[in-house]
């Protein structure tokens, strides 16, 4: 828990503040497990008393030696927001959507990436609670199985990526598609 000291100029003068949210628990993020955009970060806050809580999210992409905030999406439905959280002893559960391609780019894939959240009461954060070490993978793959070279055949193909990925992709598809045919 968090010590805030008071002022340290009174020698003798030493406050204790600990944050009513008691604890926080991220409760999806598998270790080792590769994921792709958006990541849905589900964690669960407990306090004694009812309690407004805020969360900081924070990503990195070296295995924990440095740290950035992450970007909510907040047009996601599943998004909880990062303040306003009802915390209380039943242990509720929240849900932060990290927008992955915004802070990490379209083409990220890595095996390095852990994140971490801290709640506040509005007056003190709690202790950082940490994932393991998990991956991130954006660069879509795209099989062409028919039609097999030397021959001519109608197929139909449905490739579905987020909106950065659309133009290369459709470009690979077309070279590909090219080269199965000639």
Do not use: C
Not at 86 to 108: C, I, M, N, P, R
Not at 160 to 166: C, D, G, N, Q, Y
């Amino acid at each position: 828990m968090p010590i805030t000291y008071g002022d340290i100029s009174l020698s003798r003068l030493r406050e204790f503040a600990t944050s009513a949210v008691k604890s926080i628990e991220i409760v999806n993020i598998d270790a080792g497990a590769t994921y792709s955009a958006p990541l849905l970060i589900n964690y669960i806050l407990e306090s004694d008393a009812g309690t407004s809580a805020t969360v900081d999210v924070e990503y990195s992409t070296n295995s924990g030696g440095s740290y950035s905030d992450a970007t909510p999406l907040t047009s996601h439905a599943s998004h909880s927001g990062v303040s306003g959280l009802a915390a209380d002893a039943d242990q509720e559960q929240f849900t932060f959507v990290w927008d992955v391609e915004t802070d990490l780019g379209a083409s990220y894939s890595a095996s390095t990436v852990k994140v971490r959240l801290r709640a506040s009461d509005g007056s003190v954060f709690t202790s950082y609670i940490e994932s393991s070490l998990f991956g991130i993978n954006l660069i879509p793959e795209v099989t062409i199985t028919s039609p097999s070279a030397n021959s001519i055949e109608a197929i139909s193909i449905r490739v579905i990526l987020p909106r950065s990925k659309r133009i290369s992709a459709t470009l690979l598809l077309m070279r590909e598609l090219l080269r199965a045919i000639t």
